[in-house]
């Protein structure tokens, strides 16, 4: 059983080696699938929709609605296209364990990459709405000898984001993986709804997870 992801090959550039895992690798076969869907399936839309668009439009009035609800109308031009992508991105490889391949995001490098990037967007957007003066003024509230609990607090939102992820998806291929051994020749049947459940299930619910939670805290930064 192999918990850290494997490494795929290494190369150097001014005497310092970098290794490739299959996590790397999978993320970049992922974007270029993101990518080919995007210029297919937006391709000829019209005025009066088909049903392909009419299912395009479904997800984005999705994320629409998420944004808008949460965060107000005059942030969806602005929040939604990084929300709907970082969306999409968590929940393809969540769900690459469907086809066979662990997620990538059972490596706490991508989802450490990924809370940083939600953090740094969480807390932009608290300096852009409330400038740099009013984002500062806002860790000493309610009182001001809290600002040492309200700095950790910036610091385990990211921290918490990451570990949610990267535990809940490796708890995943742990148990699949168990499960494999431990059945040996008869885990061809008996596996099925446990893929169903992991590898389906929890991987939607993670994703929705992530994203929901990096709108939340963004609204709480903001009102601060």
């Known amino acids: 059983m192999h918990i850290s992801p494997p490494e795929v090959f290494q ?97 706490i490098n991508v989802t450490a990459t990924l809370a940083i990037i939600a953090a740094v967007v969480i807390n932009g957007t608290a300096i852009i709405r409330n400038g740099m003066g009013g984002y500062l003024h806002g860790l000493t509230k309610p009182f001001a000898f809290i600002l040492p609990m309200n700095i950790i607090e910036k610091v385990t939102v990211p921290l918490s984001l990451c570990l949610r992820l990267f535990i809940n998806m490796l708890v995943g291929v742990i148990f699949m993986e168990l499960t494999y051994m431990a059945l040996g020749y008869f885990a061809f049947i008996i596996p099925i709804p446990l893929h169903f459940f992991f590898d389906l299930f929890v991987a939607l619910i993670q994703t929705y997870v992530f994203v929901m939670l990096t709108v939340v805290f963004t609204k709480t930064s903001v009102e601060e």
């Open 11 to 107: 190369f150097t550039i001014s005497n310092q080696t970098y290794s490739v895992t299959m996590s790397i690798i999978m993320q970049w076969v992922i974007m270029a699938v993101i990518i080919a869907l995007v210029l297919l399936l937006t391709r000829n839309l019209g005025k009066i929709p088909s049903k392909r668009q009419t299912v395009i439009e479904m997800f984005v009035n999705m994320f629409n609605k998420l944004i808008g609800e949460n965060l107000g109308e005059s942030y969806k031009k602005r929040f939604v296209p990084f929300i709907g992508t970082l969306g999409i991105f968590i929940g393809f490889m969540n769900l690459t364990g469907l086809i066979g391949f662990a997620p990538s995001t059972r490596d």
